[in-house]
Protein backbone atom coordinates (compact mmCIF):
# COMPACT_ATOMS: atom_id res chain seq x y z
CA UNK A 1 0.00 0.00 0.00
CA UNK A 2 0.71 3.46 -0.76
CA UNK A 3 2.57 5.20 2.28
CA UNK A 4 4.27 8.81 2.40
CA UNK A 5 6.20 8.52 5.88
CA UNK A 6 7.64 12.11 6.66
CA UNK A 7 10.57 13.11 9.36
CA UNK A 8 10.00 13.93 12.86
CA UNK A 9 8.73 17.19 14.54
CA UNK A 10 11.33 20.20 14.26
CA UNK A 11 12.00 22.76 16.35
CA UNK A 12 14.11 26.25 15.03
CA UNK A 13 15.03 29.62 15.94
CA UNK A 14 14.15 32.56 13.61
CA UNK A 15 16.22 33.22 10.87
CA UNK A 16 17.05 29.16 10.83
CA UNK A 17 16.38 26.77 8.01
CA UNK A 18 14.86 23.14 8.37
CA UNK A 19 14.42 20.63 6.04
CA UNK A 20 11.87 18.27 5.61
CA UNK A 21 11.60 14.88 4.62
CA UNK A 22 8.82 12.58 3.25
CA UNK A 23 9.62 8.26 2.40
CA UNK A 24 7.30 6.98 -0.51
CA UNK A 25 6.71 3.23 -0.37
CA UNK A 26 4.11 1.35 -2.19
CA UNK A 27 4.48 2.67 -5.62
CA UNK A 28 7.03 3.66 -8.15
CA UNK A 29 8.53 6.89 -6.60
CA UNK A 30 8.89 8.57 -10.10
CA UNK A 31 6.19 8.02 -11.60
CA UNK A 32 4.34 10.44 -9.38
CA UNK A 33 4.57 14.36 -8.57
CA UNK A 34 5.20 15.25 -5.04
CA UNK A 35 3.21 18.09 -3.45
CA UNK A 36 4.03 20.25 -0.13
CA UNK A 37 1.07 21.64 2.06
CA UNK A 38 1.57 23.42 5.33
CA UNK A 39 -1.18 24.01 7.78
CA UNK A 40 -0.85 26.89 10.64
CA UNK A 41 -2.15 26.02 13.64
CA UNK A 42 -5.70 26.87 13.56
CA UNK A 43 -5.64 27.57 10.16
CA UNK A 44 -6.44 25.99 6.67
CA UNK A 45 -4.53 24.25 4.27
CA UNK A 46 -1.82 26.54 2.23
CA UNK A 47 0.04 24.85 -0.36
CA UNK A 48 3.76 25.54 -0.71
CA UNK A 49 4.76 23.97 -4.46
CA UNK A 50 5.28 20.63 -5.89
CA UNK A 51 8.57 18.72 -7.82
CA UNK A 52 8.56 16.32 -10.24
CA UNK A 53 10.57 13.47 -8.78
CA UNK A 54 11.30 12.19 -12.20
CA UNK A 55 13.02 14.84 -13.43
CA UNK A 56 13.44 17.21 -10.43
CA UNK A 57 11.79 20.06 -11.57
CA UNK A 58 9.89 22.11 -9.59
CA UNK A 59 7.01 24.88 -9.12
CA UNK A 60 7.06 26.80 -6.04
CA UNK A 61 4.18 28.74 -4.90
CA UNK A 62 4.38 32.90 -5.30
CA UNK A 63 4.68 33.49 -1.23
CA UNK A 64 7.41 30.84 -1.11
CA UNK A 65 9.47 31.45 -3.97
CA UNK A 66 13.26 32.53 -2.64
CA UNK A 67 13.04 30.78 0.51
CA UNK A 68 11.80 27.08 -0.57
CA UNK A 69 13.46 24.60 -2.23
CA UNK A 70 12.29 21.10 -3.12
CA UNK A 71 14.64 18.43 -3.95
CA UNK A 72 14.11 14.40 -4.33
CA UNK A 73 16.93 11.47 -3.36
CA UNK A 74 15.20 8.70 -6.17
CA UNK A 75 17.74 6.21 -4.55
CA UNK A 76 15.73 6.24 -1.77
CA UNK A 77 12.45 7.49 -2.89
CA UNK A 78 12.75 10.48 -0.38
CA UNK A 79 11.17 14.04 -1.04
CA UNK A 80 12.81 16.81 0.78
CA UNK A 81 11.15 20.30 1.53
CA UNK A 82 13.36 23.07 2.67
CA UNK A 83 12.70 26.48 4.05
CA UNK A 84 15.35 29.20 5.13
CA UNK A 85 15.13 32.19 7.16
CA UNK A 86 12.09 31.25 9.05
CA UNK A 87 9.65 33.16 10.90
CA UNK A 88 7.28 32.62 13.75
CA UNK A 89 5.07 32.94 11.14
CA UNK A 90 6.06 29.53 9.61
CA UNK A 91 5.06 27.69 12.73
CA UNK A 92 2.88 24.75 11.49
CA UNK A 93 2.59 21.43 10.31
CA UNK A 94 4.05 20.62 7.04
CA UNK A 95 2.36 17.99 4.91
CA UNK A 96 3.67 15.80 1.64
CA UNK A 97 1.20 14.79 -0.63
CA UNK A 98 1.06 12.60 -3.96
CA UNK A 99 -0.83 13.06 -6.71
CA UNK A 100 -0.22 11.36 -10.83
CA UNK A 101 0.41 14.61 -12.36
CA UNK A 102 1.28 17.98 -11.77
CA UNK A 103 -2.42 19.48 -11.78
CA UNK A 104 -3.99 16.08 -10.27
CA UNK A 105 -5.67 16.03 -6.94
CA UNK A 106 -3.91 14.65 -3.59
CA UNK A 107 -4.37 11.18 -3.73
CA UNK A 108 -2.06 10.46 -0.85
CA UNK A 109 -0.98 12.32 2.45
CA UNK A 110 2.13 12.17 4.79
CA UNK A 111 1.46 12.10 8.38
CA UNK A 112 2.99 16.05 8.80
CA UNK A 113 5.66 17.68 10.63
CA UNK A 114 5.78 20.39 12.81
CA UNK A 115 8.10 22.81 12.65
CA UNK A 116 7.85 25.15 15.56
CA UNK A 117 9.83 28.69 14.91
CA UNK A 118 10.52 29.96 18.20
CA UNK A 119 13.34 32.06 20.02
CA UNK B 1 -4.43 35.77 -7.49
CA UNK B 2 -7.09 32.90 -7.50
CA UNK B 3 -8.51 32.63 -4.79
CA UNK B 4 -11.33 30.16 -3.26
CA UNK B 5 -13.92 31.68 -0.54
CA UNK B 6 -16.41 28.97 0.90
CA UNK B 7 -18.20 29.54 4.38
CA UNK B 8 -16.36 29.54 7.61
CA UNK B 9 -19.16 27.44 9.00
CA UNK B 10 -22.15 25.05 8.64
CA UNK B 11 -24.06 23.54 10.86
CA UNK B 12 -26.73 20.52 10.35
CA UNK B 13 -28.91 18.12 12.28
CA UNK B 14 -28.33 14.15 11.94
CA UNK B 15 -29.86 12.65 8.47
CA UNK B 16 -30.05 15.39 6.98
CA UNK B 17 -28.09 17.34 3.99
CA UNK B 18 -25.69 19.90 3.91
CA UNK B 19 -24.50 21.88 0.81
CA UNK B 20 -20.88 23.59 0.94
CA UNK B 21 -20.52 26.07 -1.42
CA UNK B 22 -17.02 27.27 -3.05
CA UNK B 23 -16.88 30.26 -5.19
CA UNK B 24 -13.78 31.12 -7.47
CA UNK B 25 -12.64 34.76 -7.89
CA UNK B 26 -11.88 34.92 -11.03
CA UNK B 27 -12.02 33.27 -14.30
CA UNK B 28 -14.26 30.12 -14.86
CA UNK B 29 -14.02 27.52 -11.72
CA UNK B 30 -14.94 25.08 -14.49
CA UNK B 31 -11.50 25.48 -15.69
CA UNK B 32 -9.78 23.59 -13.73
CA UNK B 33 -11.23 20.51 -11.48
CA UNK B 34 -12.39 20.78 -7.89
CA UNK B 35 -11.41 18.32 -5.26
CA UNK B 36 -12.56 18.62 -1.87
CA UNK B 37 -10.61 17.26 1.20
CA UNK B 38 -11.81 16.06 5.07
CA UNK B 39 -9.81 16.71 7.60
CA UNK B 40 -10.67 15.77 11.36
CA UNK B 41 -8.78 17.24 14.48
CA UNK B 42 -5.00 15.91 14.40
CA UNK B 43 -5.11 14.16 11.14
CA UNK B 44 -4.16 14.61 7.98
CA UNK B 45 -6.51 15.47 4.87
CA UNK B 46 -8.48 13.39 3.14
CA UNK B 47 -9.98 13.11 -0.60
CA UNK B 48 -14.26 12.98 -0.64
CA UNK B 49 -14.41 14.23 -4.06
CA UNK B 50 -11.94 14.58 -6.84
CA UNK B 51 -12.09 16.07 -10.69
CA UNK B 52 -15.92 17.94 -9.56
CA UNK B 53 -17.73 14.96 -8.90
CA UNK B 54 -15.57 11.58 -8.48
CA UNK B 55 -15.71 9.68 -5.54
CA UNK B 56 -12.50 7.23 -3.95
CA UNK B 57 -13.28 3.88 -3.39
CA UNK B 58 -14.31 3.87 0.04
CA UNK B 59 -16.17 7.34 0.39
CA UNK B 60 -20.10 6.65 0.99
CA UNK B 61 -22.43 8.18 -1.97
CA UNK B 62 -24.00 9.98 0.41
CA UNK B 63 -20.96 12.83 -0.54
CA UNK B 64 -21.43 14.03 -4.31
CA UNK B 65 -19.70 16.93 -5.77
CA UNK B 66 -20.61 19.85 -8.73
CA UNK B 67 -20.23 22.43 -10.44
CA UNK B 68 -22.55 25.53 -11.26
CA UNK B 69 -20.74 27.81 -13.83
CA UNK B 70 -23.24 30.21 -13.73
CA UNK B 71 -22.25 31.08 -10.40
CA UNK B 72 -18.84 30.36 -10.94
CA UNK B 73 -18.84 27.86 -7.95
CA UNK B 74 -18.18 24.49 -6.46
CA UNK B 75 -20.21 22.40 -4.19
CA UNK B 76 -20.23 19.56 -1.75
CA UNK B 77 -23.05 17.87 -0.74
CA UNK B 78 -23.59 15.20 2.22
CA UNK B 79 -26.62 13.72 2.91
CA UNK B 80 -27.98 11.86 5.56
CA UNK B 81 -25.59 13.42 7.94
CA UNK B 82 -23.92 11.46 10.26
CA UNK B 83 -21.88 12.90 13.63
CA UNK B 84 -18.79 11.38 11.79
CA UNK B 85 -19.30 13.75 8.65
CA UNK B 86 -18.30 16.29 11.14
CA UNK B 87 -14.87 17.67 10.31
CA UNK B 88 -13.23 20.60 8.43
CA UNK B 89 -13.61 20.57 4.21
CA UNK B 90 -11.69 22.12 1.83
CA UNK B 91 -12.28 22.92 -1.75
CA UNK B 92 -9.44 22.48 -3.59
CA UNK B 93 -7.93 23.71 -7.51
CA UNK B 94 -5.33 25.21 -9.61
CA UNK B 95 -5.12 28.60 -10.93
CA UNK B 96 -4.08 29.48 -14.55
CA UNK B 97 -0.37 28.98 -13.33
CA UNK B 98 -0.97 25.59 -12.44
CA UNK B 99 -0.10 26.82 -8.83
CA UNK B 100 -2.21 24.99 -6.22
CA UNK B 101 -5.04 27.07 -4.15
CA UNK B 102 -7.29 25.90 -1.50
CA UNK B 103 -10.12 27.53 -0.30
CA UNK B 104 -10.07 28.80 3.54
CA UNK B 105 -11.91 25.71 4.82
CA UNK B 106 -15.55 24.88 6.43
CA UNK B 107 -16.54 23.04 9.82
CA UNK B 108 -19.04 21.43 9.53
CA UNK B 109 -20.90 21.01 12.82
CA UNK B 110 -23.40 17.90 12.71
CA UNK B 111 -25.99 18.34 16.05
Known amino acids: QVQLVQSGAEVKKPGASVKVSCKAS????????MHWVRQAPGQGLEWMGRINPNSGGTNYAQKFQGRVTMTRDTSISTAYMELSRLRSDDTAVYYC????????????WGQGTLVTVSS | NFMLTQPHSVSESPGKTVTISCTGS????????VQWYQQRPGSAPTTVIY?????PSGVPDRFSGSIDSSSNSASLTISGLKTEDEADYYC??????????FGGGTKLTVL
Open chain 1, 97 to 108: ARSYSSSSYFQH
Open chain 2, 26 to 33: SGSIASNY
Open chain 1, 26 to 33: GYTFTGYY
Open chain 2, 51 to 55: EDNQR
Open chain 2, 92 to 101: QSYDSSNQGV
